[in-house]
């Protein structure tokens, strides 16, 4: 009998990610997690107007992409990003507004 296969986890709290396109630029805090073949941005504002991010992003060759899930009134979102480096970069659009964002994900 083959033994199931131990899904591995990893944490990463309070990352920074810098939105920026021509109109503004912008900071949030989030979660990210990594686990197989997938990467999870978990943006949280419980006490504040802004809304609440959830990207489960899958790694398609070497990106990953994803769509917002969070639950309530929250924007459409599709996220594309890859690893350059030490960051990970990408292109965010919310609603029909692109932005560029990065992040690095720290020990």
Known sequence: MTKPRELKIKRFENI???FVN???????????LLRDNEMVIDIQNPDDPRPDYVIVGKLIDYYFKGR???????????????KLGQSYI??????????????????
């Not at 917002?68 to 890859?82: F, L, M, Q």
């Open 90 to 107: 990408g292109e965010w659009i919310e609603d029909g507004v692109e932005y560029l964002f990065s992040f690095e994900l720290r020990a």
């Open 16 to 18: 920074e990610i810098q």
């Open 22 to 32: 021509l109109d503004r630029a912008d900071t949030e805090t989030a979660t990210v």
């Open 68 to 82: 917002n899930s969070a639950r309530g009134e929250t924007p459409k979102v599709v996220a594309i990003w890859t």
